[in-house]
C-alpha cells in the first residue's frame, strides 16, 4: 500500500517537537519500544505518526524514574486490535496502558521521595557532625599580656574600657586595641591589649603579680568567629569540645567585618 507522507512526521519533526535527539530515537528503534511506523523504501526515513509522541511522553517518564525503557513494552494493551493488527504494523506498540503506568510510576516517584528524604536527613546528621564534633579551626599563638577588670554580664563594655585606659596611665604600661572579653573559669573580664612587660621596668614585679594583668599562654588555640558576643553559658557549644577559658576579641579585620563577624572567640 503506497503511503502518504503528509500523514506522518519525519524524524527530524519529532526530534524538534520532543526535544528528544535523533539518536535517541533511533535507539527506541533498536529497542523495539518506538518503531517508525513507516520507513521510505527509497532514502530510509523514518516517519511516525502523531499518535506515537503519547509514546514520547511514557519514555521520558521511564528515564526520570530509572525504569528500564525494556519494560515500557509490557504495558502495551493487549486489545483485539493489536492481535489483528496488519504485517506493515507488526512489531510496533500500539497503544500503551497508561492508567497502570501512571500507577506504577507514582509508587517509584514515592519510593524514590522517600529515598530523598532519608538521604537528606542523613546528610544534615553528618553535617551537624562534622560542624560539632571535629574539625576546630586551630592557630598555634604567642604568649600575651591582657590588661583586665572584672566585668558582668549586665555590664556595659565602653566604660570599662575607659577604666582600664585609666588604669594604664597609673600602671606606666601601654594598653591598646583590640578589646574583648576573657572568660577564664568561673570569672570573666573585660580586657585591652598590652605590649610585653619589661623585666627592665622599675616596677616589673608589681606589674608581673597585679591582679590587673593576666598572661595567656602561648599554646595551640580552637578559634571560631561570631557575629556578637557569646553569653558565658553558651561559649562550650562553639567548639568540639569544652574549654575552661576563652577569649572573645573584638575584630579590627575589614574582610572580616563586611562579612558581618565582629568576635574571634578562641578556646584553650
Known sequence: ?????????????VSKMKNVSIKALRYYDEIGILKPVYVNPDTNYRYYSPKQLDILDAIHMCLTLGMPLRKLSSYEKNSESASVASSSTAGIMQDIDYQRLLNDCKVMADSKISDIYKTLDSLKETSEKITSEQYDMMKDMDSRY?????????????????????????????????????NQGNKRYVFLML??????????????????????????YSYCYTKELTDSSKLHGLFSRPYLNYVQLNLINETLNQEGYMYEVQGY
Open 146 to 182: 591582657l590588661l583586665v577588670t572584672e566585668f558582668a554580664e549586665n555590664e556595659l563594655m565602653n566604660p570599662k574600657l575607659l577604666q582600664l585606659f585609666m588604669l594604664s596611665q597609673q600602671l606606666g604600661v601601654n594598653a591598646h586595641y583590640p578589646a574583648g572579653i576573657l
Open 1 to 13: 500500500m503506497k503511503k502518504n507522507n503528509t500523514d506522518y512526521l519525519s524524524i527530524g519533526k
Open 195 to 220: 605590649d610585653a612587660l619589661n623585666p627592665q621596668a622599675p616596677n616589673y614585679e608589681q606589674l608581673k603579680h597585679s591582679e590587673n594583668i593576666i598572661k595567656l599562654p602561648r599554646a595551640s
